[in-house]
């Protein structure tokens, strides 16, 4: 298959298109930052070194006979919750928002299966746990707002196009190999390994259902495989654990002498995210298989290597 991937040079990106090309699929990457130097090398993969949220540039993919991919990933975003304060608002609106749906338009006139890739920040502080693909929307900040506004736009698209498929994919918090610095999971790692105080947001009882790279790429394979289209489906870990136990658990596995401390909450960080992967199980037939503790380790070992 011939697979066009936005954000291809982010973290989840370059882990997708790097699963994609061992699997023998051709790749497009659109990314304006620099790719993986890997994938330079690889005549499966062509690099479009280009901002989605350029419509003239999406104009011309669209009247471009040689561009023909079968499916696309919308990974691309602003993601980092932790940074978007300091963007300005209307980039962050202008990416997530308003570059989704030239995604979705590009993907409606060139029937291009579409998966979008969302967050199960959009649940925020819900009206039931496990949380559901069903369950109340409540987003709490701007990314999330952003993100879920990107799902219906796509809605929008499909229904009044009649020519797109798409699947929005809820991912829960990803860590591993070439994660984020800014992620909370790289920093407790970091913190811990050089015995510094880790400190935590509110009260570090907030619970996440953190996912490991590989079992969410394993996931996005198994819905190219089995063709799903038109579905919503929630990915996450299947534990749960509270900020605090993940930063005890990072303290032991470096066996540092860091010590934890609370710094006033995030404004829009959710209290709960317990999240119901039954769908994705039963239609993927999927599982996450990475436990928190092995993944923390391998996650450290990536970091111990530089
Ligand atoms: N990492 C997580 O924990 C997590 C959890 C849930 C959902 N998600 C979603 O997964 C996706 C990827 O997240 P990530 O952690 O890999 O983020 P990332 O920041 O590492 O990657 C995003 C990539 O998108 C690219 N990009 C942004 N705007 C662009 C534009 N206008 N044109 C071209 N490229 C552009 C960036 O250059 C970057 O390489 C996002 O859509 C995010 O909302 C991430």
């Known amino acids: 298959m011939k697979i066009l991937v936005t954000g291809s040079s982010g973290f989840i990106g370059t882990a997708l298109v790097k699963k994609l090309l061992k699997s023998g699929h051709k790749v497009i990457g659109m990314d304006f930052a620099p790719c993986n130097k890997d994938f330079v090398i690889d005549t499966k993969f062509q690099n479009y070194p280009y901002d989605f949220t350029d419509g003239t540039l999406i104009q011309h993919l669209i009247d471009t006979k040689d561009f023909d991919p079968d499916v696309c990933f919308h990974v691309g975003a602003i ?45 925020g502080d819900t009206n039931e746990y496990p949380t559901k693909e069903s369950s109340l929307t409540n987003p709490k900040d701007l990314y999330a707002h952003t993100k879920l506004a990107g799902e219906e736009l796509i809605k929008g698209v499909a229904e009044t196009s009649h020519t797109l498929n798409y699947n929005i994919l809820r991912n829960s ?10 992620l909370a999971i790289y920093q407790f790692l970091s913190k811990a390994l050089k015995n510094e105080i880790i400190f935590l947001h509110g ?27 038109n579905e919503t489906i929630n990915l996450s870990g299947s534990k749960f654990y509270t900020t605090k136990e ?21 404004v829009g960080n959710h209290l709960r995210e317990e999240i119901d992967i039954s769908k994705a199980r039963n239609l993927l037939n999927w599982t996450p298989k990475i ?10 070992k990536w970091m111990e290597a530089g």
Not at 203 to 223: F, M, Q, S
């Open 79 to 123: 993601a980092d919750v932790t940074t978007i304060p300091k963007y300005d608002i209307m980039q962050v609106i202008r990416t997530n928002t308003f570059g989704t749906s030239l995604i979705a338009y590009l993907c409606s006139k060139k029937k291009i299966s579409m998966n979008y890739v969302s967050t199960c920040c959009i649940y």
């Open 173 to 182: 918090v990803t860590y591993g190999p070439d994660m984020r610095y800014s």
């Open 203 to 229: 009260n570090g009882l907030h619970t996440r259902p953190y996912i490991y790279i590989d079992d969410l790429i394993e996931a996005y394979v198994k819905i190219l495989e089995k063709k799903i289209v």
């Open 246 to 266: 993940v930063a005890e658990m990072c303290i032991e596995l470096t066996d540092s002498k860091s010590q934890i401390k609370y710094t006033p909450d995030r």
């Open 291 to 300: 436990e928190l503790k092995e993944g923390l380790t391998k996650t450290l």
